[in-house]
């Protein structure tokens, strides 16, 4: 088994498109604009669905994230609000606990805590119980 994803933008209407990988790593990196629908908007609702797949069909779902990709007048990725959201993923989920190679302080730190639930209220979003029905039906088919 290998794994594999789907990207989604949503709408204002809670209307699901697809869009490919080479797509959305150009659209996150490369400068490229959103789709046509989306223009003037200031932050477009992004779906990241993780799941295995068996013999190349979704099979079972690891991970689904509901992010916001902040924008430009123009639709592009607004950089500098991209940075801050890179920013605080950093400090959301730090790779290491000691930077000295002390390992874990006895001091209290809660900046973690805190970048964590101000990640949570700027740059994600929870979906309605259709929408994410909506979801499940666009990654594996009519369900049941």
Known sequence: MSKGYRVFLVDGKDDLHRISHKRFDALTGAG??????????????????????????????????????????????DTERNADRTSLLGQAFPLLDGVDGAGPST??????????????????????????????????????
Request: glycine share 4%; charged share 30%; net charge positive.
């Open 32 to 77: 490229q604009t959103v789709p046509e629908h989306f223009l003037g908007y200031d932050k477009v609702r992004c779906v990241v669905v993780v799941y295995q797949t068996e013999n190349r069909k979704p099979a079972e779902l690891i991970q689904m994230d509901f992010d916001f990709i902040p924008l430009t007048s123009a639709g592009l990725v």
């Open 107 to 144: 001091i209290v730190d809660g900046r973690q805590r805190f970048a964590k639930k101000r990640l949570d209220h700027e740059w994600r979003w929870q979906p309605s119980d259709e929408l994410y029905k909506k979801i499940c039906e666009a990654v594996w088919g009519r369900l049941s």
